[in-house]
């Protein structure tokens, strides 16, 4: 089996860990992915590595991935099941494995209407709770087939993590969404963005009132506002995404917009930490990941990896 991740390590170890966010290139130059690892990768124990988000045609995650690697950022890389039958993401997990690639998430997928195929099939063979069950199942050493067919020779190291919402309107809902997941295989959450900590703390008192097999990981997602118009594009057409008024108001009132909302999220981050049951935060500044180490420099937290 391989040595443990270094997200692995870091939620094992129960410091608070940092992700972040790397989107790959709608074009096959590497450097542009590049150049993302070699700011994200010393200041974060793990970088997403996203699946043609917003449903547009890119890179693909295992390429990716693999060169995030090669220049010093660990990689999560995301799956949707928007775009891949069972045996499609089965080869992709075996692949990404022998690559080096052992931190997953999985997700549905945006649809596809609003990508750049919008004719495209979505194929949806599987749910996220089938995803996560083929990775459990490949990491067992099984495919999974009606058979449950053994694997030929080395079973996949497979870190497997799901989304979580703290902010759902129905939260005891939400906590039985963690609990089928976490059954299904889920090592850890990974959460949309956050800018209010107190209801992530009122989530997690429910949390540690639910039967759940065992505490589950939470990384909390948090994003600096480059602009006033960005916190409100985030606040109307985000989903699952709430911006209190008075972070608008902030944002207004700013003399220096993108030094305010750094500021905002530098806060969120610090409150996030002082919640017992928090495992970390993941950093989502899409389009200004040179930011990001400035960020957690701020909010106190030293790198997670250096050499």
Request: hydrophobic letters at 45%.
């Amino acid at each position: 089996m391989s040595a443990p991740t270094r997200l692995e390590r870091a939620l094992a170890e129960g410091r608070f860990a940092v992700t972040s966010e790397l989107g790959p290139p709608k074009h096959s130059g590497a450097e542009a992915v590049a150049e993302k690892a070699r700011i994200l990768g010393p200041v974060c124990d793990a970088v997403n590595v996203t699946d043609n988000q917003t449903a547009q045609s890119r890179m693909s995650p295992i390429a990716a991935g693999r060169i995030a690697l090669e220049h010093g950022a660990e990689p999560v890389m995301q799956m949707t099941v928007r775009d891949r039958n069972r045996m499609a993401l089965t080869s992709d997990l075996l692949g990404a494995s022998a690559l080096g690639i052992h931190n997953t998430l999985s997700m549905s997928g945006d649809p596809m209407k609003i990508g750049n195929h919008p004719d495209a099939a979505t194929v949806g063979d599987l749910d996220t709770l089938g995803l996560l069950r083929l990775q459990r199942s490949l990491r067992e050493g099984r495919f999974m087939n009606d058979a449950g067919e053994p694997l030929a020779g080395e079973a996949p190291h497979l870190v497997i993590g799901a989304t979580a919402h703290p902010a759902a309107a129905d939260p005891d809902a939400e906590i039985a969404r963690i609990r089928e997941k976490m059954l299904a295989g889920a090592d850890f959450f990974q959460t949309q963005l956050v800018y209010e900590p107190e209801r992530v703390a009122a989530f997690i008192d429910r949390l540690k009132a639910a039967d759940l097999p065992s505490w589950p990981r939470l990384l909390i997602g948090v994003g600096p506002f480059k602009h006033l118009r960005m916190a409100m594009h985030i606040r109307d057409k985000v989903w699952g995404v709430d911006v209190p008024e008075a972070l608008i108001a902030r944002m207004e009132g700013a003399a220096d917009e993108a030094e305010e909302g750094k500021r905002i999220c530098v806060e969120v981050i610090q409150g996030l930490r002082e919640i017992d049951g928090v495992a970390g935060c993941h950093v989502m500044a899409i389009a200004w990941e040179e930011v990001v180490p400035e960020l957690l420099e701020r909010a106190g937290l030293a790198p997670a990896h250096r050499g």
